[in-house]
């Protein structure tokens, strides 16, 4: 078996007429720190929201632990409409809803957070905890026996421990800091037992400490958990210090891959992002 725990071939994600992600192909192997990073629509949050079952492909494949879980190519009025290269490559067609990617052993987290507001940072992890462990939230909610819902609580309180928020359990999830609300949707997506855990921008909206403090986060929770991690991401520093490898978009487009000095100093990369991120050039 090989080292890869998610692979993408040829992913094109395509709305009506416009190509959020043209046929990217990535890799990411077990343990790693990957980045993906592009100027702003370069179709990063698109290319999660395919790994993560939220839309099926136009056309590509998906490969979780070198097992196929996503497979599609472009039928009906798609047929038409689709602009990628490989259409003929892909014949089968597999779904999976973003439950069934879950209990693969893949979690996110959003660049916009996703807590139950009026839920304590408690309830907001137990919950998540429930969702893995029924199919569905009426489900989770009803069906659980004493035991299971026992150890779920415990695993709640020490999840929250581990991540630090011991001290605000009890505070309700919309009470609480910025930067702690980024910690309990690590929390809540930790919650899920996954293998792969995809951050997307999860310094978006911290001060220059709390992002300071996220690359020793994410390294702790990396070996506390043993987890592979897939960052969307706009803060250069952070990519730049915590990336193992990074991927770049433009446009839908892969244009450069690679180690960040590598990245770094690529002039596609520069022109695309670095350089109008740094200089506020077009
Ligand atoms: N559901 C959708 N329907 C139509 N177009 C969409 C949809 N989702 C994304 N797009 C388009 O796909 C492109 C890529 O968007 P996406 O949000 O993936 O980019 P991004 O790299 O994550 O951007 P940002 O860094 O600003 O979050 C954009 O042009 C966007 O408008």
Request: aromatic share 6%.
């Amino acid at each position: 078996m090989s080292n890869s725990i998610l692979r993408l071939e040829d992913i094109t994600m395509q709305f009506g007429g416009v190509v959020a992600v043209d046929n990217l192909s990535l890799e990411v192997n077990q343990n790693e720190i990957v980045s993906l990073i592009g100027p702003n629509g370069a179709g990063k949050t698109t290319a999660f929201n395919v790994v993560t079952g939220v839309y099926a492909p136009t056309n590509g494949a998906i490969y979780f632990k070198d097992n196929l879980i996503t497979s599609n190519y472009p039928k009906g009025s798609m047929k038409k409409l689709y602009a990628g290269q490989n259409n003929g490559k892909f014949n089968t067609r597999i779904e999976k809803t973003p439950d069934q990617i879950t209990k693969l052993g893949v979690a996110r987290t959003f660049q916009n957070i996703r807590l139950f507001k009026d839920l304590t940072a408690f309830e907001n992890v137990l919950i998540a905890k429930h969702m893995r462990a029924k199919a569905n939230f009426l489900s989770a909610t009803l069906c659980l026996n004493h035991k299971e819902e026992h150890t779920m609580r415990e695993e709640t309180l020490e999840l929250l421990n581990i991540l630090g928020l011991t001290d605000v359990k009890d505070e309700k999830a919309s009470s609480l800091p910025y930067g702690q609300q980024r910690h309990l949707e690590i929390a809540r997506a930790l919650a899920t037992k996954p293998e792969l855990l995809l951050l997307d921008e999860p310094a978006a909206g911290m001060n220059p400490q709390e992002t300071g403090e996220l690359t020793a986060f994410i390294h702790d929770i990396r070996s506390k958990f043993n987890l592979t991690v897939f960052m969307i991401e706009h803060h250069m520093d952070l990519v730049m210090e915590i990336s193992d490898r990074i991927y770049v978009l433009d446009f839908g487009k892969l244009i450069a891959s690679g180690i960040p000095e590598e990245v770094q100093n690529n002039q596609r990369v520069i022109d695309a992002y670095l350089g109008v991120q740094e200089d506020g050039e077009e």
